[in-house]
C-alpha cells in the first residue's frame, strides 16, 4: 500500500510534465522557481524528486539571492543535498550573480557612482565581513585596474592602511583612485571609522599625488557615495 501511494519521480511523469521538457518546448517563463533549480539539481533522491528538493531549499532560504549567500556546508545540512548538489547550485547562482553585474573593463571610463556600484553590488552584496577594493584610473578617469587585494575583516579591528592602499594605484601609476567596500549589515550609511579612513586616505593621496576620486560603501540595493555627499574634504 506504501509503495502505490508513493509520489512519482520526475522520469516518471509524462514528458509533458516534466520541466526540463517545457523548458525546452515552451522557455523558462512558465516554470517556477521551484522548477527552475528542479533542472539545475537534476536528480531527486528515493524519497524526494528534484523539484521536491529545490521546494524544501525555497522554502528554507526564501529566495534565489538569499540561497545564493549560504555556504555548500550549509546547504548539505538540507536532506537529500550532498556536496555535489549543493556545488551545481552554487555554480548556477555565481553565474546568475556574474551575468547580473555590469561590467567595468580596462579602458572603459568612469563616469557616475552608479558604474561603480551596477558593477560591484553583486559582487558584494551578502559578503559576511567588509571587503576593500580599489578602481585604478588614468588622467582621463580610464580604468587600469580593478585592485580586489587590498584590505579584507572589519574596518574598526583591521584597519586599511594607506600604505597597502595605495600600493597598486602606485604600481600602475594611477591618477586617481576609487576606493569601493561593502557594509554586511546591508546599510551603506558611512560610520564615524569610515569617515576618518577616508579623510586618511585623502591626506596620504595628495602626499603621493593620486587623487582619491571616490569613496563608495555598497549595502543590499543601495549604495553611499562620498563624492555625490560632499564628504570628501
Not at 4 to 22: C, M
Not at 192 to 214: C, F, H, P, S, W
Amino acid at each position: 500500500m506504501k509503495e502505490e501511494n508513493k509520489r512519482p519521480t520526475i522520469k516518471q511523469l509524462p514528458a509533458h510534465e516534466r520541466p526540463r521538457e517545457r523548458l525546452i518546448q515552451g522557455g523558462d517563463e512558465q516554470l517556477t522557481d521551484a522548477e527552475l533549480l528542479g533542472i539545475i539539481i537534476r536528480d531527486g533522491t528515493q524519497d524526494y524528486s528534484a523539484v521536491d528538493l529545490a521546494k524544501k531549499l525555497l522554502s528554507a532560504y526564501g529566495d534565489f539571492r538569499s540561497l545564493s549567500s549560504v555556504s555548500i556546508r550549509e546547504l548539505c545540512k538540507t536532506k537529500g543535498i550532498g556536496p555535489a548538489r549543493a556545488a551545481q547550485i552554487k555554480a548556477a547562482l555565481a553565474i546568475a550573480k556574474r551575468f547580473s553585474a555590469t561590467s567595468m573593463k580596462p579602458g572603459q571610463q568612469f563616469k557616475s557612482s552608479s558604474d561603480i556600484y551596477n558593477h560591484f553590488h553583486e559582487q558584494l552584496r551578502g559578503k559576511k565581513q567588509e571587503v576593500f577594493l580599489a578602481v585604478l584610473l588614468d588622467n582621463k578617469n580610464r580604468i587600469i585596474k580593478i585592485e580586489s587585494d587590498v584590505s579584507a575583516g572589519s574596518l574598526t579591528s583591521s584597519i586599511v592602511h594607506p600604505r597597502e592602499a595605495f600600493k597598486a594605484a602606485i604600481r600602475e601609476s594611477a591618477a586617481s583612485v576609487i576606493f569601493v567596500h561593502n557594509h554586511p549589515s546591508g546599510d551603506p550609511e558611512p560610520s564615524k571609522e569610515d569617515i576618518q579612513i577616508t579623510n586618511r586616505l585623502v591626506e596620504a593621496g595628495n602626499i603621493v599625488g593620486i587623487k582619491l576620486l571616490d569613496h563608495i560603501i555598497i549595502g543590499n540595493e543601495q549604495y553611499v557615495s562620498f563624492k555625490d555627499r560632499g564628504l570628501l574634504p
